[in-house]
């Protein structure tokens, strides 16, 4: 356990604490010369800056990430891992740097103090391997000079990409850290386009069923899916900000940091405390008019009638959101997504956090709704 006199120091400072005046030092001196990325990046809650003092009870602490060139990880490695758990102090500004599993079957890390070599959680690892293993790509996706591909992207989940270009960098002597980050701030103009598009199309897809629950005496049902339509509502701000979207314990954090979420927090917070379906409709058409302008306003494809209206013949208020969609995917020019249905990233589409973990599954996914695609544009 950390010291009861430790106060809380969010994560990615404690990790520079912990670089400069415990790791950079060992380096110095059992390895001088050593080309090496120093950073804290990856999981955790720390690298989107959402940590607080909840956060130190579980896989929080003096954490590390170091990056080596292929050759040089294979050959200093092993060696630099025990190295440091000989080395390191036994705590940082009073939390302490060995962790400890609890549960044999559990990898998940408490902080405790030890007499012995730490368990710590400095990582050693090529740099390319870890960028490929953490996206699910071609480590030569991210690490060479060329973009990665459209089926990169698209395989690639919004929490992954969140991951690997938050956080912090504390020394880049490998030159391709920064480089790898930089490349994957944000998405080729054509793919965010495309997934824009494709949000648009997600809300088009459930708007009415909010109040066709309600008419059919389904209250639950009607609250349900305008919960959805809130999430999808956020999500597709983020995407207008050009904010990657996290996983669902972050996405109301993220949308709260957000230029539009002080003026249209309360139409969706409304939305979800309605009780009765007029309520609930008002602020949800409130909230589509919003974000429709904020549409219209970058520029980025024809304007649309803002303004809500009734879906088809029936007594229900809409926004008709994919007007949005044909509008925005009508700029979508690339030969590899203009032919793919409005379906999306892999995260606009699954949001299993045990199947966003698996790169295989994911990919294997993104090709086979791109072959349906192919065999549905051949002539006859």
């Excluded at 001088?32 to 999981?43: D, T």
């Excluded at 294979?74 to 740097?97: C, Y």
Aim: include cysteine.
């Amino acid at each position: 356990m950390n010291s009861p006199r430790a106060a809380f120091i969010p994560g990615l400072e404690l990790s520079r604490i912990l670089y400069e005046e415990a790791v950079r030092p060992v380096l110095d001196h059992a390895y001088p010369g050593l080309r090496y990325a120093a950073a804290r990046v990856g999981s955790g809650s720390e690298v989107l800056g959402f940590d607080t003092a909840r956060s130190a009870d579980h896989e929080w602490g003096p954490r590390l990430n170091l990056f080596l060139t292929p050759g040089e990880a294979a050959e200093h490695g092993a060696d630099l891992r025990r190295l440091l758990a000989e080395r390191l102090p036994k705590h940082i500004r009073g939390w302490p740097t060995h962790f400890r599993h609890h549960d044999p079957e559990d990898p998940i890390g408490q902080m405790e103090l030890t007499q012995g070599a730490v368990n710590h959680r400095v990582s050693v690892d090529d740099l390319g391997d870890w960028l490929g293993t953490q996206l699910g790509v071609a480590a030569t996706a991210v690490t060479a000079t060329a973009e990665p591909s459209v089926r990169d992207w698209l395989a690639m989940p919004q929490q992954r990409l969140a991951e690997v270009t938050g956080g912090a960098v504390f020394h880049d002597g490998l030159g391709s850290l920064d480089a790898a980050r930089a490349r994957l701030a944000w998405y080729p103009d054509q793919v965010w386009r495309y997934l824009l598009a494709c949000q648009w199309q997600r809300i088009s897809q459930e708007e009415a069923f909010v109040g066709r629950c309600a008419e059919a005496g389904d209250a639950l049902g009607s609250a349900v899916v305008a919960g959805r339509l809130v999430r999808d509502l956020m999500r597709l701000c983020l995407l207008l900000e050009r904010t990657y979207a996290p996983y669902g314990k972050w996405l109301g954090s993220a949308f709260g940091r957000l230029t539009v979420a002080g003026e249209l927090t309360p139409s969706l917070a409304g939305a979800l405390a309605a009780t009765e379906y007029p309520e609930r409709e008002r602020h949800l058409c409130d909230a589509y008019e919003y974000v429709a302008a904020l549409q219209n306003a970058t520029g980025l494809a024809e304007p649309v009638d803002p303004a809500r209206r009734p879906y088809h013949d029936r007594p229900f208020l809409v926004l008709h959101a994919e007007r949005l969609a044909r509008a925005v995917a009508a700029t979508v020019t690339d030969p590899g997504l203009r032919g793919l249905p409005l379906t999306g990233g892999v995260d606009q589409w699954a949001d299993s956090t045990d199947f966003l973990g698996l790169s295989g599954p994911r990919r294997a996914a993104v090709e086979a709704i791109d072959a349906v695609a192919r065999t549905r544009s051949r002539p006859a």
